[in-house]
């Protein structure tokens, strides 16, 4: 059994930053991938940043240059820093475990608005 936790979320400013928080406990080995995916209203689950065993990071187009993911000091918890937000990325933030061979675990997700 895996549990992911995420937490950090919460009202910002345009412009402002969050600083979102991922972790994995329980019967964990062999993770491959965590990244973090959002959810807005009436859209689909969209990938947002991913970061691999080798410490390879991926981003979507939108969030470049903008948004960093990072890994702590243990493998099973990751960060996401998110700076310059912009109302589109009000949505519900997810963070997703991957494990080789072993299948996806699924955060419960935070929320992040974006408004003023």
């Known amino acids: 059994q895996v549990q992911v936790v995420e937490s950090g979320g919460g009202l910002v400013q345009p412009g402002g930053s969050l600083r979102l928080s991922c972790a994995a406990s329980?019967?964990?080995?062999?993770?491959?991938?965590m990244g973090w995916y959002r959810q807005a209203p009436g859209k689909e689950r969209e990938l947002v940043a991913r970061?691999?065993?080798?410490?390879?990071?991926m981003y979507a187009d939108s969030v470049k240059g903008r948004f960093t993911i990072s890994r702590g000091n243990a493998k099973n918890t990751v960060f996401l820093q998110m700076n310059s937000l912009k109302p589109e990325d009000t949505a519900v933030y997810y963070c997703?475990?991957?494990?080789?061979?072993?299948?996806?675990?699924w955060g419960q997700g935070t929320q992040v608005t974006v408004s003023s």
């Open positions: 997703k475990c991957s494990r080789l061979g072993a299948g996806d675990y």
């Open positions: 970061i691999m065993s080798g410490s390879s990071t």
């Open positions: 329980g019967s964990i080995s062999n993770i491959y991938s």
